[in-house]
């Protein structure tokens, strides 16, 4: 049994060679969790909303330029999506962690942010970071009056960190059920979930296999059309 997390269906594309195929060789058990991922600014930039700061881009072309906390991240994906997608000229500048991306977001060095909650929560909720959606779905339980990307009007967007259980090919579909129910119910433990939560995570207690084989397929599908179109490799 192997924790994975979202860039497993991804590193195939980023590295020239993986020793593994993240459909082929694995049986999904459950998806667990997920982390939304935030866009997030340097409040002296003058944008207020999303459709500010692609206005404010797109006037200022190779002006402006993300952090995120290193190449090959999820984070650093959802940027270049939300630049291809938009036809954006923005520089990504990759840092290493999320500790340091910040704190050059806060000295407006590098003004936007894609980021999970963990590192920019308390900086948004004392307002040296301005957050502008979150590229999910649904809102944060953590910061629920940051609008989604959909609402910010940019309904095409999705993307988040997830983290899920997966087992050899070929386990016996008992094995696979068992350890399915177990996880669960672990996972929705009050005291687990309330910790978990504290850091932004999204609990997805109902997760059966086949949606979590869904979902590897469909987003290896899509982010290797992202690092394929952006030529992304690992250096």
Same mark, same amino acid.
């Given at each position: ?9 991804? *590193? ?47 006037? *200022? ?35 290493? &962690? ?28 004392? &307002? ?41 090919? &070929? ?13 669960? &119910? ?50």
């Amino acid at each position: 049994m192997v924790v994975v997390a979202s860039p497993f269906v991804s *590193n195939s594309f980023v590295y020239d060679t993986v020793p593994y195929d993240p459909i082929k060789d694995f049986d999904p058990v459950t998806l667990s969790l997920t982390n939304p991922v935030m866009l997030s600014v340097n409040p002296s930039l003058p944008a207020q909303t999303v459709k500010d700061l692609v206005a404010l881009i797109r006037a *200022n072309p190779g002006e402006y330029s993300y952090a995120s906390a290193a190449t090959g991240t999820r984070t650093y994906f959802m940027g270049e999506s939300f630049k291809q997608s938009l036809n954006l000229d923005l520089v990504h500048v990759p840092f290493n &962690g999320g500790g340091l991306a910040v704190v050059s977001v806060l000295a407006g060095h590098t003004p936007v942010f894609f980021s999970t909650p963990p590192p920019v929560v308390q900086h948004i909720k004392e &307002g040296t970071l301005r957050a502008l959606a979150v590229m999910s779905k649904a809102r944060s339980q953590i910061l629920p009056d940051v609008p989604t990307i959909a609402e910010a009007g940019y309904p095409d967007f999705d993307g988040e960190e997830w983290y899920g259980i997966l087992v050899p090919a &070929g386990t016996p579909k008992a094995v696979i059920a068992l350890l399915n129910r177990e996880i669960v &119910g672990i996972i929705a433990l009050p005291d687990i979930k309330e910790q978990l939560a504290a850091f932004g995570f999204e609990l997805v207690a109902t997760a059966t296999p086949e949606e979590f084989a869904a979902r590897i397929k469909a987003e290896t599908e899509k982010w290797g059309k992202v690092i394929q179109a952006a030529k992304i490799k690992h250096e």
